[in-house]
């Protein structure tokens, strides 16, 4: 299973870079001004890959205005979230970060107000090793050893009115294609990425991946898909079933990709970047940027709380990824801290995880190996959105190294618990290591900076064995994760 899965992205937006990973004088701030506090809890969250610097912002985005002495580098304006940009924390910083963060990088470029010749810029200044004018100056100014950024978005959502730079899905393909192909020739083992539709309820959904294809299929390696959930009309029954939508848009996406690899007699498959997925209350007013005279620097935006119902949703969709990771090979959870995000900082103050950090470390610790397929076959429930569906979703893996199973399930059922057996008959387990839960009671609970932390994982102990598997309880609207070894 590809452990890029467990990735998440950093954007310049509101308090992610500024005060969130990025807060030089923070009584943890280190030589670089990164938060120790934060660091430890992205190792600790298990984040595997970050993307960065956009999002919307790449699209009017210039990376040469974040190189270089700090003291020299221009504000500029923020089209995307209507805020001044300091420039203080650029390409360097990110990637002295990255490497305190013990992840790897996923580099956007801005196809939006830029084009080919600046991409190929970018790459020549973080990748090429040296002797070169933009190489030699990412030397001069610190790195002297190439950043080696292998997996490189080319734009972000550039189907979405909202985006500067927005083009037709032609117009796209063939800019991504130009762009891809000359910075293959700086490297051909590069991995790319063609932006996908920005939703799936975006008008143009479908025909955009396969126009785009059409023009990109043989130049790019993946196909981003965006998409974040939230309760409709207090509809919690078909919130929970989130996942049942991100199936049908991973399979979609999947079907369109193949069918146009198919008309070109390609033996190549596209794989898909689910690059930005999460909870988002886009319908939230913390989610409206500044407007007017008003240019804030790193104001705060898309400050979500999130419940416990939110960390069984989140818990779910990994299980919809972790069921489609032979095609998807790279997600991010979107973002990571401040906006929509499992980690949350106070200006000059502490550091504290939001409920649905935990399901999402839990899985990013424990699923390993390979993913093996679960055949469900027991009661369903139905939702308005969904109709029928099965009342626990779950996914299983299998680390042949150590021997151990995980089991991850959701309840879905919003009313009564479910008893669950899990058949494990034909293969090796000797006992259960641990059985945790997340849910079930005070879904509507959030998490403070004080505390206490209400979706920090339970024991289960309805978990025994039996015969030839383990028979637990689920708790209604939960997520659990069961070790067996
Ligand atoms: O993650 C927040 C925003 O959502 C990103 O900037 C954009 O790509 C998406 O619409």
Not at 35 to 62: C, I, K, M, Q
Not at 82 to 91: I, V
Request: hydrophobic content about 40%.
């Amino acid at each position: 299973m590809p452990r890029r899965l467990f990735g998440s992205f950093v954007e310049h937006l509101g308090r992610c870079v500024y005060t969130g990973i990025y807060e030089p004088g923070h009584p943890t701030a280190d030589g670089d001004g990164f938060r120790r506090d934060v660091l430890a809890l992205v190792r600790e969250l298990g984040v595997t890959t970050v993307r960065y610097p956009g999002g919307n912002f790449v699209s009017s985005y210039r990376w040469e205005d974040g190189i270089g002495p700090v003291d020299q580098r221009p504000a500029r304006l923020d089209l995307a979230w209507h805020s001044l940009e300091t420039n203080a924390f650029g390409l360097d910083e990110f990637m002295r970060w990255v490497g305190k963060a013990d992840v790897d990088p996923i580099m956007a470029v801005n196809l939006g107000t830029r084009g080919t010749a600046e991409a190929v810029d970018l790459l020549e200044y973080a990748n090429h090793r040296g002797g070169s004018h933009l190489a030699d100056q990412r030397r001069d100014n610190g790195a002297d050893r190439p950043y080696r950024i292998r997996l490189w978005c080319l734009g972000n959502e550039m189907d979405g009115p909202w985006q500067v730079g927005a083009r037709s899905a032609t117009e796209y393909g063939r800019l991504a294609a130009q762009t891809a192909k000359a910075m293959r020739r700086f490297d051909p083992d590069l991995e790319l990425v063609a932006c996908g539709s920005s939703h799936l309820g975006m008008p143009t959904f479908g025909s955009w991946e396969r126009d785009v294809l059409t023009e990109a299929y043989d130049d790019v390696d993946l196909i981003s898909l965006h998409a974040y959930y939230q309760p409709v009309d207090d509809d919690l029954p078909s919130f929970l079933a989130s996942a049942e939508e991100m199936d049908r848009y991973i399979d979609s996406v999947t079907a369109i990709a193949d069918s146009v690899g198919a008309i070109r007699r390609s033996t190549k498959k596209i794989m898909i970047a689910f690059d930005e997925w999460n909870v988002w209350y886009q319908s939230a007013a913390p989610s409206t940027p500044p407007s007017g005279a008003d240019w804030p620097v790193a104001p705060p935006l898309l400050e979500d709380h999130y419940s416990v119902a939110d960390a069984v949703v989140v818990g779910g969709l990994l299980i919809s990824l972790l069921r489609h990771s032979d095609r998807v090979t790279a997600a991010c959870q979107a973002q990571l801290v401040n906006v929509i995000a499992p980690i949350m900082t106070e200006p000059g103050g502490s550091a504290w995880r939001q409920t649905i950090f935990h399901p999402f470390a839990r899985t990013a610790r424990h699923a390993r190996g390979a993913v093996l397929d679960v055949l469900r076959d027991g009661s369903t429930t139905t939702t308005d959105r969904f109709g029928e569906i099965d009342a626990v979703d779950a996914v299983s893996t299998w680390d042949d190294s150590t021997g151990e199973m995980t089991v991850f399930l959701v309840n879905r059922v919003t009313a009564t618990p479910s008893e669950v057996t899990v058949d494990v008959s034909g293969a090796r387990v000797n006992g259960i290591v641990e059985c945790v839960t997340v849910g079930g009671t005070d879904l509507d609970a959030r998490n403070t900076p004080d505390g206490p932390d209400h979706a920090a994982p339970r024991p289960n102990d309805t978990a025994h064995q039996a015969g030839t598997g383990v028979r637990l309880t689920l708790p209604p609207a939960s997520w659990t994760m069961l070790r067996l070894d």
